[in-house]
């Protein structure tokens, strides 16, 4: 399927590693110009520049200034198709709710809402100029599958899902789209590396690393993680034209693992 994306421009936050890193892969693939940021780069990012489509730019999203850079290189550019706001972070709280500070809190609101609400208000006009765009933003099954263990990540997430559903209602007669895509656990370092949730909780449990990501594969009917390519083909799916009358949307990439709607 052609999804008609060749010529386009898009921001992808978060775009060094994991979904951010894959988002960014398959929308140049599709021929769409692409400003990745990120605080740092990768080698694999890095890369991916090298192919004359994609332009990284250093942004620091924790940081209420960091969304300039990225919009003014976009800008550069004479349009803004696609933003793809995908940055984030989540840290396991396994001392219980009580341990997790005002600090913490205000840091994960920051990093996976207000980064989001940042570079959606420094984009749109962009958009708005010339009546149409997309906004994709990376969720989480977390939004409704409450967690006490990502208790202050849950809340934020829950927080995006809800913002993008208002400001798709405003956005949409003015032709731009604003959708969610919300993945459970998926195949990156985020989940799967030294640092990441299995490593958190086997390190508390006495157990295997790769036990605890066994154990949060079997809850989901497919018996699997999510890998970053399908989150990054869903994405792109929203952001075409093929997807055109798809808004205030939340689609699950989670291998079944909420059983409920």
Known sequence: MDLGLAGQVAIVTG????????????????????VAGARETSAELEALTRTGTVTYVAADLGQPDGVAHLVDAAAGRGRLDILVNNVGAVTP??????????????????????????????????????????????SSVNAVLADP???????????????CK?????????????????PGPVSTDLWLGAGGVAAAVSARQGTDPSAVAAAAARESATGRFTRPSEVANLVAFLASDVAGNITGADVAID????TTT
């Open 93 to 138: 709280r396994l001392d219980g709710f009580v341990a997790v500070t005002d600090e913490q809190w205000a840091t994960t609101y920051t990093l996976n809402l207000m980064a989001a609400v940042r570079t959606t208000r420094a984009a749109l006009p962009m958009m708005l100029a010339r009546g149409r765009g997309v906004i994709v933003c990376t």
């Open 15 to 34: 775009a060094s590693k994991g979904i951010g890193l894959a988002i960014t892969r398959v929308l140049a693939d599709e021929g769409v110009t692409v």
């Open 149 to 163: 263990g990502v208790i202050d990540y849950s809340a934020a997430k829950a927080a995006l899902r809800s913002f």
């Open 255 to 258: 291998g079944g693992l909420i």
């Open 166 to 182: 208002s400001l798709s209602k405003e956005l949409g007669p003015k032709g731009i789209r604003v959708n969610t895509v919300s």
